[in-house]
């Protein structure tokens, strides 16, 4: 980065902390980095800061987890014995046996925010993760990193290599008593990895099926230590936090939940994107000012606000702030903050037939509800979809939602596929009662996608029971 440009991404270093030092086509070296300020929130935390302090600092801030949940990082943190209030005087070498873990298998459909930030600006990652691992003095930590990823990984292992090289990883860092090793291992590719403690459990070699909670990775995680898994957004949050105060993170932003998010849009708008944006930006402001709006021509149906696992909604949600508690009121879920949007040209069926596809392909198969309920309502909506559904089907598909909510399930996936399906039962029961009344799908047909034959075969297993699109 030449000095224009450094003295350009300097100025929104206060109001766009994540991504004013990303650059996609040279990432900042060391040297770059530490010149551009980087390597500064560390330096605080380990020589001004005791891990208490620095916990106490984060917990200020208001910041909440950005890999989907939304948990209080602090609250987190917390649970950890050695930041325990009976754990007080320990010292923190005494303690190696916690973990740090950065959850960067992103493969949420609809979700590409961390991928930027890792192969953007790696060294944030990795001064985010001396933060995090000092607080909660862990000795050892790991980057989960999404196999597919493999600019991300050489850009990780060459940072890593780096801060090895300049005393920020090892032993002593910058003199200090602390030391820590970092890793970056690569999954084997699977949704499921990214649920934490499948993630944990594929970490140490397992096959990657979630855990029961309690007890939570805090508590007894990785070989049975307390870790700490945290999405690559979250940590990468702490630098800044440090470097500038928690007062400055809330007042990032004018809602409740506080600092900055990473935001994204694809499916049918003009300008699908990217954009770190102050939290609580409204969803019309991120779809029609940002994302470009509709395509010319077509109108808003619906929108999942979070990614894939989340609930739709609509145009009378658009003035909703995207925070984590708006949303929620809303009935969704900020998720991972990445809009999937669907036109009135597309069948919402459809979408969702593929949504539940995916979610039926990544079921790990530990959990009845979850292995079954997922094929099942990939069946059923095949069926609806083909124009072969009838009103049982339906109330199948309610039943199934009821089958795979939480609680009868090991981890959130199935939870989260129902999130998708149940609220498009909701929003366009229209949609699906037609598939079933006329025996085909009307928006295949408005596009010329139904063929005679098609067409003929759908009426035949129908028995000639309803009327068909063509009436
Ligand atoms: C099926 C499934 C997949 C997930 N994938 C990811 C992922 O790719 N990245 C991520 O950060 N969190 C993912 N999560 C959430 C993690 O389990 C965990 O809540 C998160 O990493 C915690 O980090 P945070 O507190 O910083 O948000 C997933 C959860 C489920 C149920």
Redesign the pocket.
């Given at each position: 980065m030449d000095n224009k440009h450094l003295e350009a991404a300097l100025e929104q270093a206060l109001t766009k902390p994540l991504t004013h030092l990303v650059n996609l086509e040279h990432p900042l070296d060391f040297n770059a980095y530490v010149h551009a300020g980087g390597y500064m929130g560390a330096t605080k935390a380990l020589k001004e800061f005791t891990p208490k302090e620095v916990l106490t600092i984060v917990s200020n801030s208001g910041l909440k987890?950005?890999?989907?949940?939304?948990?209080p990082?602090g609250m987190?943190w917390s649970c950890v014995p050695s930041l325990q209030e009976n754990t007080a005087g320990h010292s923190i070498n005494k303690l190696e046996n916690s973990y740090l873990i950065c959850?960067?298998?992103?493969?949420?459909p609809g979700t590409f925010k961390?991928r930027h930030l890792l192969e953007g600006v790696p060294h944030q990652l990795i001064e985010a993760m001396i933060i995090a691992s000092y607080t909660i003095s862990a000795n050892k930590a790991f980057i989960f990193l999404?196999g597919e990823y493999h600019l991300a990984a050489k850009r990780l292992q060459k940072a890593i290599d780096e801060a090895y090289e300049n005393n920020w990883l090892g032993a002593k860092i910058q003199g200090s008593d602390y030391q820590l090793d970092l890793y970056l291992h690569t999954s084997a590719g699977r949704?499921?990895c990214?649920?934490?403690t499948a993630?944990i459990n594929a970490l140490e070699g397992k096959r990657a099926n979630?855990r029961a909670k309690p007890p939570f990775p805090q508590v007894s995680g990785l070989f049975g230590k307390p870790t700490v898994?945290?999405?690559?957004e979250?940590?990468s949050n702490l630098p800044h936090i440090l470097k500038h105060g928690s007062e400055w993170f809330k007042d990032l932003s004018p809602h409740s939940d506080p600092g900055t998010k990473m935001y994204a849009a694809c499916g049918q708008v003009k300008k699908p994107g990217l954009w770190e944006l102050p939290m609580g930006v409204t969803i019309r402001e991120l779809l029609f000012e940002h994302a470009g709006g509709m395509p010319d021509g077509v109108q808003l149906k619906g929108l999942l606000p979070g990614g894939a696992?989340t609930d739709f909604l609509t145009e009378q949600h658009l003035d909703t702030p995207m925070d984590f508690d708006s949303i929620g009121k809303a009935g969704s879920r900020l998720g991972t903050g990445g809009l999937i949007v669907l036109g009135d040209k597309h069948c919402p069926v459809a979408m969702v037939l593929n949504l539940l596809q995916f979610f039926a392909q990544?079921s790990c198969g530990w959990c009845t509800p979850c292995r079954d309920g997922t094929a099942w309502a990939v069946e059923i909506l095949t069926r609806i979809e083909q124009g072969k559904g009838t009103n049982a089907d339906l109330k199948q598909l309610e039943e199934l939602c009821d089958f795979m909510w939480l609680g009868k399930t090991h981890?959130?996936?199935a939870p989260?596929a129902v999130e998708p399906l149940k609220s498009a039962m909701r929003y366009f029961k229209a949609d699906f009662e037609q598939h079933i009344e006329q025996g085909c799908c009307s928006y295949q047909k408005a596009k010329g996608e139904l063929t005679t034959s098609e067409e003929q075969l759908a009426k035949e297993q129908r028995k000639g029971e309803h009327h068909d699109c063509a009436k």
């Open positions: 987890g950005r890999g989907g949940a939304g948990f990082t987190k959850n960067a298998d992103e493969m949420e961390d999404r949704y499921i990214g649920e934490e993630l979630p898994v945290n999405n690559v979250t940590l696992s990544e981890c959130a996936l989260g």
